[in-house]
């Protein structure tokens, strides 16, 4: 059950993370980010949501388009924009980028850029967690587009023989890069190629954070009792394009209207008002103070220094 605190927090969160991604867009516009930058904006409710119930000593591994579980992880807005500037005081220590968010402390494995290269990885986290005895669980989050992957299908597959603790997420936007789910997906209904692994499979309107929140409490309980992996599929859209390179031609402004008049935010924002949680004034005023703290991200990313030429071998894997 959520309280009316852990509701104000999680509309708070949200706000973060959509406000965080706006300031790095137009942080990228005027070249203090450079390479990809992949934005979640629309997608809030789903990392929001999933991640609320979770306990400190869990894992997390997402994809490319991970700045928003970064932050749901408890990254704070500051460190991981230092790490979008590229300076030593981001979360990866300037090295990674947008791409490779990394924050051990708060066991947020990654940030991984190859489509489906989470997977593998929460397999082995799955299996470290057993190996030691342990009673956590990974949440491993994908897109549409890693269903595709030979590495999904092996990892499912894997999870669910040695009954790995493990939550795969499926954030499905709709699309991959251009390509339409149904044009790259011979069952469109992605939730079906997860069902012959013999697992617990659901879905849930990604765009609703509170059946997503209710989703992922009942799932993670699930796998933790269970060690039995669980998938879910998460019906979500991305408002901009799949980086902010993409021209977006292959589909309509009608339709990102239409995703845009369920928005995550305004739509929980609306229930908080409803049910008394919030006051409008009380929206305005998380507003102003999350708007604050992200010019703050931008201040101490801008005045942090470059990582030094001798740390270029620190922190890599084989030295
Ligand atoms: C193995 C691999 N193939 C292709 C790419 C190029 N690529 C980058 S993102 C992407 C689309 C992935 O879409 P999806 O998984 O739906 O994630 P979304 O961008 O929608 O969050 C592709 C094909 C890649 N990074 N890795
Ligand atoms: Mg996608």
Redesign the pocket.
């Known amino acids: 059950m959520l309280t009316k605190q852990d509701k104000i927090d999680i509309f708070r969160e949200m706000t973060t993370i959509r406000k965080f991604e706006e300031k790095a867009s137009e942080m990228y516009e005027h070249g203090n980010i450079r390479g990809f930058l992949?934005l979640y904006i629309g997608?809030e409710a789903v990392a929001s949501g999933f991640m609320w119930p979770l306990r400190p000593d869990d894992y997390v591994i997402g994809?490319?388009?991970e700045h928003g579980h970064a932050l749901g992880r408890c990254a704070t807005p500051r460190k991981v924009m230092a790490e979008l500037f590229g300076k030593s005081t981001g979360v990866s220590g300037g090295k990674g980028g947008s791409m490779h968010l990394f924050d051990v402390d708060r066991r947020f494995l990654g940030g991984t850029?190859?489509?489906?290269?989470g997977l593998p990885i929460s397999a082995g986290i799955g299996f470290a967690i057993n190996y030691r005895g342990g009673d956590q669980i990974c949440l491993c989050f994908?897109?549409?587009?890693?269903?595709n992957?030979g590495s999904f299908h092996e990892t499912l597959n894997i999870a669910s023989l040695w009954n790995l603790p493990i939550l795969f997420i499926c954030?499905?936007?709709l699309?991959?890069?251009g390509?339409a789910?149904e044009r790259a997906s011979a069952v469109p209904s992605l939730y079906r190629r997860a069902q012959c692994y013999s697992m617990n499979v659901e879905t849930v309107d990604g765009m609703d954070v509170l059946a997503v929140h209710d989703m992922a409490d009942k799932l993670i309980s699930q796998v933790r009792e269970t060690k039995h992996p669980a998938f879910v599929e998460a019906i979500t859209y991305?408002y901009r394009g799949?980086s902010v390179a993409d021209p977006g031609t292959y589909r309509t402004k009608e339709e990102i209207e239409e995703w845009r008049r369920r928005d995550p935010i305004v739509q929980f924002g609306g229930k908080l008002l409803e049910d008394g949680t919030l006051t409008p004034e009380d929206i305005e005023k998380i507003q102003t103070e999350v708007a604050n703290e992200i010019e703050q991200a931008v201040k101490f990313a801008e005045e942090s220094p470059l990582p030094k030429p001798e740390t270029l071998h620190q922190d890599v894997y084989a030295g």
């Open positions: 992949h997608q994809a490319y388009r850029a190859i489509v489906g290269g994908f897109g549409d587009g890693a269903i992957e954030e499905n936007n699309y991959g890069m390509t789910v991305r799949h």
